[in-house]
């Protein structure tokens, strides 16, 4: 048990917990720790050594040796992989399924475990991932699970790609995200659900800077 206070933001793919996450951290001078980010470079690091993704010993020794660092560059957060810069790479949708692949192996998951803890820092810590509130900080004070609708979720995605220059379909973009909503939901070991005692916020219809102030506020009221 530690004093260290944590917010915990879990949710399904694309609510925007990433974003208001690294807000607060800011707002409030805490630390970050993008859980997701950890997931999607064992997949990478698994392609990169050729390893099958079905292949659970190999993949928990590569969790326990996984050679990740995260740094800021400006405001914008930085992921190396075995000292390359993989920041980009891995938030492709094809590395965000591989990444959902990887993160149902429960041997994967308790390697994982105590490399997320140890991100708990003082003045505090801002998380967000599936499993914050539920498994890696259960003892948290501040838990808040965000999600919207399948459609509207897409719809960020689509747009976000559309600025980076990317075509893509909206209506494979909703089967995609619905199947990942399905995997991260129905594994046995740490599924996507709201935590005991949760702030559960639906960003369907409010913007982020909505979003942004329930939680402020929620954190202010404990
Ligand atoms: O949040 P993000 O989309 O980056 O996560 C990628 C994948 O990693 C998720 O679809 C999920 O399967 C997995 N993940 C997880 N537990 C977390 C964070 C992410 O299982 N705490």
Request: charged residues 30%.
């Amino acid at each position: 048990m530690t004093d260290i206070p944590v917010l915990t933001i879990d949710g399904p793919s694309g609510s925007g917990k990433g974003t208001i996450a690294q807000l607060i951290a800011r707002e409030f001078g805490w630390h970050y720790l993008d859980s997701g980010a950890i997931y999607r470079v064992l997949a990478q690091a698994a392609m990169k050594h050729q390893l099958d993704l079905a292949d659970e010993d190999a993949l928990s020794r590569l969790a326990e040796q996984l050679d990740v660092r995260f740094a800021f560059d400006n405001a914008d957060l930085k992921v190396m992989l075995e000292g390359e810069d993989v920041s980009l790479r891995i938030r492709s949708e094809e590395a965000g399924n591989a990444a959902s692949k990887v993160a149902a192996i429960p041997a994967v998951r308790s390697a994982l475990l105590q490399r997320q803890r140890d991100f708990r820092k003082m003045p505090g810590l801002v998380t967000d991932g599936r499993d914050m509130g539920t498994v890696v900080f259960p003892d948290a004070p501040f838990k808040v699970f965000l999600t919207a609708s399948a459609e509207e979720r897409a719809q960020r995605r689509y747009k976000q790609l559309k600025q980076k220059g990317i075509e893509s379909n909206l209506s494979d973009l909703i089967a995609e995200i619905s199947e990942r909503d399905r995997r991260d939901s129905e594994r046995e070991v740490a599924p996507l659900r709201p935590a005991e005692g949760a702030l559960i916020l639906d960003s369907t219809e409010l913007g982020i800077d909505a979003v942004f102030e329930h939680v402020c506020a929620f954190c202010a009221d404990l």
